[in-house]
Every structure is written in C-alpha cells, then in structure tokens.
C-alpha cells in the first residue's frame, strides 16, 4: 500500500492535462474560488479509474478501445486548448462558470486515470479496488489544491497570461495523445 501511495503522489505531481487546468484556473481566478476546482477532478478521477479498473480485461482484448480512447481525449485537449487560448481576460466570468466542467472533463480523458485504473488497480479484488480508488480520489483532492494554489501564487504578470500557457500545454498533450493513438 506504500508503494501504491507514493506512486500516486508521483503521478498526481506530474505536469498533466488536469494540473495545467487547475493551475491556470488558480491563476486566473485566485485561490479563493478556484479551491473548489479539486472537487471536480476528484469526481473525475472517480468516475474514469473506476471506468478502467472494471471494464479493464474487456477493453484488452479490443484492438482498437485505447486508441480510440486516446482519439477522445486528443480532441477534448485541442478543444480545451482553443477554448483557452482565444479567451480574454474579459471572458473571465464565463470561464469561471465552465472551470467545474472543464476540470471534471478534462480528469475524466485524463491518460493517469487510464493508467491508475488498468494497471494500479487490482482487478479481482473488488474490496482493495475501492479502497485504492479511494486513496487516490483523496490524494487527487490534495495534489488539486496544490497546482491551485501554485497557480494562484504565480506573479501578475504571468498569471494574465496563465491561459495562454495552459493552451499551449494542452495542445502539446493533445498532440501526444494523437500521435500515441495512430502509432
């Protein structure tokens, strides 16, 4: 269980799609409303590891599931990607209006769910999956917080432009994700 914590920590601090969201959420909104943000990758990361830990043996045998999957999550990182990119600073309120869902859906594409639910998940015990899902559900919340609050400490000058950083990453994750899915 140690090593399943630790290396839940691990993937949680890795740059990824959700931390890039939830940073320049931080940045954009500030700590005080952005904190919530966790909550949704928290139902996110609920939702999507235990999607991989159940249907995980069904999907092996299918050659074309995970490319498939990743062709999802590719067009959900470009759209994610615009939609930031062309978003004012004027645009501000309606963004904080689409930042649960935007959160929720991008944790749900997200290739650490996939990786969590098909690899650290014991399939044939259904008792030690919930409790590790759960485990990460609640590290998820605590890492979340942290790229919030990194995001929110991020100077003046960088956080105006935090989407437009955010939108560069995910197009480079969406890019990855692409290439790896046509491989």
């Not at 920590?9 to 909104?29: H, K, R």
Request: proline share 5%; glycine share 8%; charged share 10%.
């Amino acid at each position: 269980m140690i090593a399943f914590v630790l290396t839940s920590f691990v993937i949680l601090l890795t740059p990824g799609p959700t931390n890039t969201v939830l940073a320049a959420s931080g940045a954009a909104f500030g700590l005080s409303w952005a904190r919530l943000l966790p909550l949704a990758e928290a139902a996110g990361y609920a939702l999507a590891i235990s999607f991989f830990a159940v249907f995980a043996a069904l999907v092996a045998d299918l050659w074309w599931a995970l490319p498939s999957l990743k062709i999802v999550a590719a067009c959900w990182l470009a759209y994610s990607a615009i939609r930031l990119w062309i978003t004012s600073l004027e645009m501000k309120g309606a963004m904080r209006r689409g930042a649960f869902a935007r959160v929720f859906l991008t944790t749900l594409v997200n290739p650490k769910a996939m990786i969590v639910g098909m690899m650290m998940i014991p399939q044939p015990n259904p008792d030690e999956m919930v409790w590790r899902i759960s485990i990460f559900i609640a590290l998820s919340s605590l890492a979340g917080l942290g790229w919030v609050a990194l995001g929110a400490a991020l100077p003046g000058g960088i956080r105006r432009h935090s989407y437009k950083g955010a939108a560069f990453v995910l197009g480079g994750f969406s890019l990855y994700a692409l290439t790896s899915a046509l491989a």
